[in-house]
């Protein structure tokens, strides 16, 4: 008789239990949406009928927005940088959600919460006005738009956190190559177009080649100061 890892059967029971218990199959064409929590050889899954969907689809106008965290410690570990570049977006058959770092369900023209009663990690969205412009927050992490960023310049850059120790961000309108001196505990990320980190000071070391569209991070402690010096990428040049 073969066996499972415990923790695969538990997952299979509760899927069954969560099943019968609704009358509901994973196949049911009024289920819009299924998120699924992957385990070695199930998921558990919630579906969000039509029903459920909400009416304030048009109050959030984050639809294909990309958005740069600020609120970023020079020591987080590697993986969390994904979460530092987001995009949200919004979708044709789930009116009245938002994708902004999970699926989040829209409640007011500044607010979006959690869409299910039995997933964990979910979190909640609130858009707020800060210099000029609307910031976002999404759980313990806050967002300025892309236009927040610093056009880069050719030639050295200087960076320096302020008071409020949050990140600071710079655009490249070209293909550049670009140098860093940071203090011992600031840190240097650059993404390309797409959100990928292309270069990361705290494994990284020497010159990068960043292309036109990526973004450079400088995180670190208030008064903690950087220099970026750029110079256009020579033909066919990347590293």
């Keep these: 008789m073969s066996r499972i890892p415990l ?14 218990a609704s009358g509901k199959t994973e196949k049911e064409d009024s289920h819009l949406y299924k998120d699924a929590i992957a385990t070695t050889r199930s998921k558990i899954w919630q579906a969000i009928s039509s029903g459920q969907c909400g009416s304030a689809t048009a109050a959030i106008t984050v639809n294909g927005k ?14 969390v940088t994904r979460s530092h570049f987001v995009r949200s977006s919004l979708h044709n058959d789930l009116p009245g959600y938002v994708f902004f770092s999970g699926l989040k369900r829209i409640g007011s023209p500044d607010f979006a919460g959690m869409p299910f009663d039995s997933i964990r990690d979910q979190t909640e969205l609130a858009l707020f006005g800060k210099d000029g412009a609307t910031w976002a927050w999404v759980s313990d992490m806050l967002y300025s738009p892309k236009q927040s960023a610093i056009a880069l310049r050719t030639g050295e850059n200087s ?6 120790g949050y990140s600071q961000w710079l655009a490249a309108d ?3 190559v670009l140098a860093f001196a940071r203090s011992q505990r600031g840190r240097i990320v650059v993404f ?18 960043a292309a036109k569209g990526s973004y450079i991070e400088c995180a670190g ?13 020579a033909a066919g040049e990347k590293r």
């Design 174 to 176: 070209e293909n550049i």
């Design 7 to 20: 923790i695969v059967a538990v997952c299979l029971c509760f899927a069954l239990v969560t099943s019968v």
């Design 221 to 233: 402690l208030a008064a903690d100061t950087f220099t970026i010096k750029a110079r256009p990428a």
């Design 192 to 209: 390309s177009p797409d959100g990928t980190p292309t270069y990361d000071s705290a494994r990284d070391t020497g010159e990068a080649y």
């Design 66 to 79: 990309v958005w740069l965290r600020r609120n970023v410690s020079p020591f987080e570990s590697i993986p």
């Design 159 to 164: 960076v320096r956190i302020g008071t409020d």
